[in-house]
């Protein structure tokens, strides 16, 4: 079978793993504003999620339930109705573009981000250091938490051995 004139990439899938495999990079990409996936999905995810922010800019509840049907996370269909389509509600498509970013060392498989075109990774890598930075106060104060433990553990257990010796002594003295 040529692939001349074919409208759709397959990636050796049937239809359930494929529709689920499309589903999961679309929710994705709504969820982070940007993925890392190869250049032949990228393509393929770009026409679904083009056509789902051209369809959340209607903004009624038949468009919400259709996107629902298509891609049933409640999250991701919130943020194209709420979030997306006012976004790029002057805009007459070219939501996300793709950039190629070489190949995959395992497969050799050509790599792209697919991104929205107003994705702003300062922004996106502020916001990451930031959680970061909440993340790391809590975890110092584990470390700190940790590190007392086992140092009480070290207390518990130079306390147990003298006790064992001076009962050793004992016995021995009893013994005798």
């Keep these: 079978m040529s692939s001349h004139r074919r409208r759709v990439k397959h990636f050796d899938r049937k239809s359930g793993p494929r529709k689920a495999l499309l589903r999961g990079l679309v929710t994705s990409l709504i969820e982070h504003g940007r993925i890392t996936t190869t250049v032949d999905r990228a393509k393929e995810v770009r026409r679904h999620v083009e056509k789902a922010i051209t369809l959340g800019k209607k903004g009624d509840l038949a468009t919400t339930r259709l996107l629902m049907s298509r891609y049933p996370n409640k999250d991701a269909v919130a943020a194209i109705v709420k979030d997306l389509a006012p976004r790029f509600k002057t805009r007459p498509g070219g939501y996300t573009r793709i950039i190629k970013i070489g190949r995959r060392?395992?497969?050799?498989?050509?790599?792209?981000?697919?991104?929205?075109?107003?994705?702003?990774?300062?922004?996106?890598?502020?916001?990451?250091?930031?959680?970061?930075?909440?993340?790391?106060?809590?975890?110092?104060?584990?470390?700190?938490?940790?590190?007392?433990?086992?140092?009480?553990?070290?207390l518990v257990a130079a306390k147990k051995k003298s006790v064992k010796k001076t009962q050793k002594k004992a016995r021995a003295a009893a013994r005798a």
């Design 105 to 154: 060392p395992g497969d050799t498989a050509e790599m792209a981000f697919l991104e929205f075109v107003d994705y702003d990774f300062e922004a996106k890598g502020a916001a990451k250091e930031e959680a970061k930075a909440t993340k790391a106060e809590p975890k110092a104060a584990a470390k700190k938490a940790a590190t007392a433990k086992k140092a009480s553990t070290k």
